[in-house]
């Protein structure tokens, strides 16, 4: 779990809470602070806020996800976003697959005429070391296990 705690910015436009990234881990469980807007999600190119609606959770699918379900279903790039007049809260927890698994396209998620694998097999603690040893910058870590084409 973790705890972000962002206190008002004079200029919110140059000072990101947290650099653009997707997660690495199976599935995020964020907690929005219900009043102001911080987190950003990219969308075809563009940044979209998120707006929060009060008591409600948002769920993020993250890497691992992407990698088993073969690019199915994508992790999302997001930001968060500092504010000028107000601070914010958020809380999220982050639920991982076991460190020793080796990830990579499920069976079920494969099917090689139409849906080649995309992404290499590889353990689970070795992508998150990766991930972890790079700057936070896009979702340019998942090229590391993508199979080039």
Not at 138 to 148: E, N
Request: net charge negative.
């Amino acid at each position: 779990m973790r705890m972000n705690y962002y206190p008002p910015c004079s200029s919110p436009d140059l000072v990101f809470g947290v650099s653009p990234h997707s997660d690495g881990g199976s599935l995020t469980v964020l907690l929005q602070d219900d009043d102001v807007i911080g987190l950003q999600i990219k969308h075809k190119g563009e940044w979209i806020p998120v707006k929060p609606i009060p008591n409600a959770l948002v769920v993020n699918i993250s890497d691992a996800i992407e990698i088993m379900s073969n690019g199915v279903y994508k992790s999302i790039e997001h930001r968060a976003i500092t504010n000028e007049k107000k601070a914010r809260i958020s809380a999220a927890a982050f639920a991982h697959v076991d460190d020793e698994l080796e990830i990579g396209p499920l069976d079920s998620m494969v099917d090689d005429p139409h849906r080649p694998p995309m992404y290499k097999k590889i353990k689970y603690i070795d992508y998150i070391r990766q991930v972890l040893a790079r700057k936070m910058d896009g979702k340019d870590h998942t090229d590391l296990v993508k199979i080039q084409t």
